[in-house]
C-alpha cells in the first residue's frame, strides 16, 4: 500500500491505496466523489474525464500514484457554491443529457475546451474535440449545442469583465 496525496477540488486529501489503483477508483472508492464514472477502464469512453493540473484527462488511463502532488478537479468542483457551473446549465437547458452516464466526462470535457478555445468554438471543432466520449443517449445534437450555448455565454461573461 502507498499514501497518496493530492489536492481535490480544493482540498487536501490523502489516501492509502495499492500502488496499480487507478485514478478513476482512488476518486471513486477512497475520496467517496462518485460523480467520476468508470466506463471502460481502457480510456474508450470518457465517462471518468476529470481536469488534472487545469487539463482534462481520462482518469482511467492514469494511476493515483501518478497523479501524487497533482490538481484534481472533478464534476463536484466545477460549480460555485449552489449554483451550476454554465456548461452544466447548459447541458440542462438545451436537454443534452438522458440517462446522464457520460455527462460528468462530457462537461469536464466541455469545460477544459472552452478553457483553452473560448469564445472561438464551431460545430465542427466541438464534435471533433469530443470524438474521445461516447454516449449512447442523445446522438450528441443536444450535447453540441449546450457546449456551443455555453462558450457563447462564458465568451460574453468574460467581455463583460473586461
Not at 466526462?105 to 478555445?117: E, K, L, W
Amino acid at each position: 500500500m502507498v499514501k497518496v496525496t493530492l489536492t481535490v477540488n480544493g482540498r487536501t486529501v490523502s489516501g492509502e491505496c495499492d500502488d496499480r489503483t487507478l485514478l478513476v477508483h482512488f476518486i471513486r472508492e477512497k475520496l467517496g466523489l462518485t460523480g467520476t464514472h468508470v466506463g471502460c477502464d481502457t480510456t474508450q469512453c470518457g465517462a471518468c474525464v476529470v481536469h488534472m493540473d487545469g487539463k482534462s484527462v481520462k482518469s482511467c488511463s492514469i494511476l493515483a500514484v501518478q497523479a501524487a502532488g497533482s490538481s484534481v478537479t472533478t464534476i463536484e468542483g466545477i460549480a460555485a457554491q449552489g449554483e451550476l457551473h454554465p456548461v452544466q446549465a447548459a447541458f440542462k437547458e438545451h436537454h443534452g443529457l438522458q440517462c446522464g452516464f457520460c455527462t460528468p466526462g462530457m462537461v469536464m470535457t466541455a469545460v477544459d475546451m472552452i478553457n483553452r478555445h473560448g469564445g472561438k468554438l464551431d460545430e465542427a471543432t466541438v464534435r471533433h474535440q469530443l470524438e474521445g466520449n461516447i454516449c449512447r443517449c442523445t446522438g450528441y445534437h443536444n450535447i453540441v449545442k449546450a457546449v456551443l450555448a455555453a462558450d457563447a455565454e462564458m465568451a460574453a461573461g468574460r467581455q463583460a469583465a473586461e
